[in-house]
């Protein structure tokens, strides 16, 4: 008897189609809307990563060239004059912003602290540029998950209410709503588990720089 009924379940869900493009065409409005938000955010997240690891990737070996530079240079005066007009390495821009105000500085008096201010404010200036996009990856790896859970109780939801209507609990009933709910909990892992992971690590990355700068200019203060 166990058998005939499984027998007729297996014949029941094997004429329905479980790709991933069926489930989303087969969802309703707001799981179809729940999907298609965590793809969005996935793909955001995505393009996020790899321009971080590029530019965390760039900044480090311009960082070494721009400090190995800077210490066989007979002056910061000289070696301010040599810097090019296009320069982006965050440390040669916070070097080039406090040289700048040096150079414009009419009285000498409290100049260590004022130029001690000026690098504190010029780091926290390039830093904030290095952590845009940061937030983003925090709040996908924080929210994609329960986006994905409320697409999957909706989706369950609909399911109960198909049983209901049609008064069948076969699983060609179940099966499609069920599925449709558990791609939406996919999707929000999906998308939420590289963010967290990137997350973490250029977060990393970005405090292990920021210390740079801060070492940086300390040893800059120090031959002022």
């Known amino acids: 008897m166990e058998a005939d009924i499984t027998s007729q379940a297996v014949g029941l869900t094997s004429n329905i189609d479980f790709s991933l493009w069926s489930l989303f065409k087969r969802a309703d409005f707001v799981v179809k809307s729940v999907i298609l938000m965590l793809i969005v955010c996935s793909v955001y997240s995505w393009a996020i990563m790899i321009e971080k690891f590029k530019l965390f990737k760039k900044i480090n070996i311009e960082t070494e060239m721009f400090e190995e530079k800077f210490w066989k240079s007979k002056s910061a005066e000289t070696f301010y004059n040599s810097l090019p007009a296009d320069l982006e390495n965050p440390m040669g821009l916070l070097f080039k912003e406090s040289m700048q105000t040096l150079l414009k500085a009419k ?16 780091i926290e200036k390039q830093m904030a540029k290095l952590d845009k996009g940061f937030t983003f990856l925090a709040t996908v790896g924080s929210t994609a998950p329960f986006i994905g859970l409320f697409g999957t109780v909706w989706g369950i939801m609909n399911s109960f209410q198909s049983i209901a209507i049609s008064r069948n609990t076969s699983l060609a009933i179940v099966a499609p709503g069920i599925a449709e709910a558990l791609f939406a909990t996919a999707l929000g892992l999906l998308a939420a588990i590289p963010a967290v992971v ?20 300390k040893r800059f203060l120090s031959i002022i």
Do not use: G, P
């Open 107 to 122: 009285s000498k008096s409290n100049l260590n602290e004022r130029m001690s201010s000026m690098l504190e404010v010029n």
């Open 198 to 217: 990137a997350y973490n690590k250029f977060n990393n990355d970005s405090k292990k720089y920021s210390q740079k700068l801060e070492n940086f200019s």
